[in-house]
């Protein structure tokens, strides 16, 4: 486990790393590794330049940082030019996980998107629900910073005596129990809507006048991530095959968003909740904002947990998913780690980006699906 450890990114129990070469990687010579490449350098110019992290992860190593400086200079046309940059610079690690009965599992993949919805910047008929900025209160706690009473915290509340304590969540702020409580930059059409946005954690909103505007990720209270896709399914409410996107949010209409309505209750089980910053859509051709300070790419960008692996860093994904069509075809592709979530934890859990809009939104819904994933780090640190 040295290949991680020095790498600067602890080691989960029942994860271990098996070094690979080039030609055992399943799929790759009919990857698009340009693609591949140009996504890495999007990375690659934002570690060179410092931009600052919209959620902090594993800062990039120097190995890592060298290489991306290499990347910047190189001159890259072909997929063949492209192999032969990652082959130069990257070991190639597969990453092998084990149950508590000591069996081989495979990694594990969901979808995400950024949602397009109509929105208002006033409250209005038929848009009720307030998007919030981020609090002036809110302190973003580091790893390790959550001890004592905010143990299991991601972030906290300053008093006005500068001590810490839990923030609200979410019923509380939905009630109104949150202290100093930002002004709404955007209002949404229900509680579901905003609910969706904020699990995707961005979001591109329609103006009543066709002009557009984007949220961007920017802040969180703290509360550990709920899944109330997978309460429904476990409290048989929805057979697991029924469960999509869609299903959740038509569940949640028909049961109610009222106060003490089951749709309200189901989805303030997840007691996180998300604030925002509000910006231009400067070019409606690249995606969202993710984590690590860069657009994301469709079907490029994946979300990591941000304790383990750096930003930036290569992962080949390898599965059969319903990523085209709701037929389960071969996915098989070189992303770049670029984002992050609160669900996504392991070594061997991805998100995988995949666009914008209801269409991107339908297709990463039905992602829930094992992978083989194979991380790629550098050589100089790659050695156990």
């Given at each position: 486990m040295a290949a991680i450890a020095s790498f600067g990114a602890p080691v989960a129990a029942g994860h271990r790393l098996e070094a690979l070469d080039y030609a055992s990687i399943p799929g790759l010579a009919e990857d698009d590794l340009h693609a591949a490449f140009d996504t890495f350098r999007t990375s690659?110019?934002?570690?060179?330049?410092?931009?600052?992290?919209?959620?902090?992860?594993?800062?990039?190593?120097?190995?890592?940082?060298?290489?991306?400086?290499?990347?910047?200079?190189?001159?890259?046309?072909?997929?063949?030019?492209?192999?032969?940059?990652?082959?130069?610079?990257?070991?190639?690690?597969?990453i092998t996980s084990t149950d508590g009965d000591g069996r081989d599992q495979k990694g594990f993949l969901t979808g995400y998107y950024e949602p397009v919805v109509a929105a208002s910047k006033t409250s209005a008929p038929g848009f009720a629900t307030p998007i919030l900025s981020r609090p002036p209160d809110l302190v973003t706690l580091e790893p390790g910073e959550g001890v004592g009473a905010l143990a299991g915290f991601a972030a906290a509340r300053r008093r006005p005596d500068s001590n810490l304590e839990p923030y609200p969540d979410r019923a509380a702020i939905e009630t109104g129990a949150m202290e100093g409580r930002p002004e709404p930059i955007a209002w949404v059409r229900d509680p579901i809507e905003r609910f969706?946005?904020?699990?995707?954690?961005?979001?591109?909103?329609?103006?009543?006048?066709?002009?557009?505007?984007?949220?961007?990720?920017?802040?969180?209270?703290?509360?550990?991530?709920?899944?109330?896709?997978?309460?429904?399914?476990?409290?048989?409410?929805?057979?697991?095959?029924?469960?999509?996107?869609?299903?959740?949010?038509?569940?949640?209409?028909?049961?109610?968003?009222?106060?003490?309505?089951?749709?309200?209750?189901?989805?303030?089980?997840?007691?996180?909740?998300?604030?925002?910053?509000?910006?231009?859509?400067?070019?409606?051709?690249?995606?969202p904002i993710g984590a690590a300070?860069?657009?994301?790419?469709?079907?490029?960008?994946?979300?990591?947990?941000?304790?383990?692996?750096?930003?930036?860093?290569?992962?080949?994904?390898?599965?059969?998913?319903?990523?085209?069509?709701?037929?389960?075809?071969?996915?098989?592709?070189?992303?770049?780690?670029?984002?992050?979530?609160s669900a996504i934890v392991g070594p061997a859990r991805a998100d995988v980006f995949?666009?914008?809009?209801?269409?991107?939104?339908?297709?990463?819904?039905?992602?829930?699906?094992?992978?083989?994933?194979?991380?790629?780090?550098?050589?100089?640190?790659s050695a156990p």
């Open positions: 690659c110019a934002a570690i060179a330049a410092g931009v600052p992290e919209l959620r902090r992860g594993k800062p990039p190593s120097a190995v890592l940082q060298d290489i991306c400086r290499i990347a910047l200079k190189a001159e890259v046309s072909t997929n063949a030019d492209a192999r032969r940059f990652f082959e130069a610079h990257f070991q190639p690690w597969r969706i946005i904020q699990v995707q954690g961005s979001a591109r909103l329609r103006w009543p006048d066709g002009s557009q505007a984007r949220l961007t990720y920017s802040g969180r209270n703290g509360w550990p991530y709920t899944s109330i896709g997978r309460a429904l399914v476990e409290d048989g409410k929805v057979a697991a095959e029924r469960m999509s996107l869609a299903a959740l949010k038509q569940w949640v209409r028909d049961h109610g968003q009222e106060e003490g309505a089951e749709g309200l209750v189901l989805m303030r089980r997840n007691r996180s909740f998300v604030f925002f910053a509000l910006g231009p859509v400067d070019d409606p051709g690249k995606g300070g860069v657009p994301l790419a469709p079907l490029r960008s994946i979300a990591v947990d941000r304790a383990l692996w750096s930003y930036g860093l290569p992962l080949w994904l390898s599965a059969d998913l319903p990523w085209r069509s709701p037929e389960k075809t071969a996915f098989r592709r070189l992303m770049i780690a670029q984002d992050t979530g995949f666009g914008s809009g209801d269409d991107a939104g339908a297709r990463a819904g039905d992602i829930r699906h094992p992978a083989d994933m194979i991380v790629l780090l550098p050589r100089a640190q």
